[in-house]
């Protein structure tokens, strides 16, 4: 086992072992398990390039995803899934954040 894994997994039991001691409250909402990266893009009309451009992935990070041999974890589903459900509100927010400057 990579190191790696094992501190995702030792970071899960402590995070149950504090939701078990009433230390921490559980999530309060559901993050599928697998998420369609290439479902989401495809729907969105949008290449490999272009969707990591627009919503901040490396697109190394993309085919990674679509080909299986990673997938997202945590925040990162979080995040596809409001890409998934609110595309343009997802755009409007990083535009008005400023996190990245629009093309003159």
Same mark, same amino acid.
């Given at each position: 086992?990579?190191?790696?894994? $094992? ?21 309060? $909402? ?17 290449? +490999? ?17 679509? +080909? ?37």
């Amino acid at each position: 086992m990579s190191k790696r894994a $094992f501190d995702k997994i030792a970071e899960g039991l402590q995070e149950s072992i504090a939701i078990a001691r009433g230390e921490r409250q559980a999530a309060k $909402f559901h993050i599928p398990a697998e998420i369609s990266v290439k479902a989401i893009r495809q729907r969105l009309k949008l290449s +490999q390039e272009d969707f990591a451009y627009e919503y901040g992935f490396s697109v190394n990070q993309i085919k990674d995803w679509e +080909q299986g041999r990673t997938r997202p974890l945590g925040a990162l589903r979080l995040y596809l899934l409001m890409i998934s459900h609110d595309p343009d509100g997802v755009l409007k927010m990083i535009r008005e954040a400023g996190v990245r400057e629009e093309a003159a």
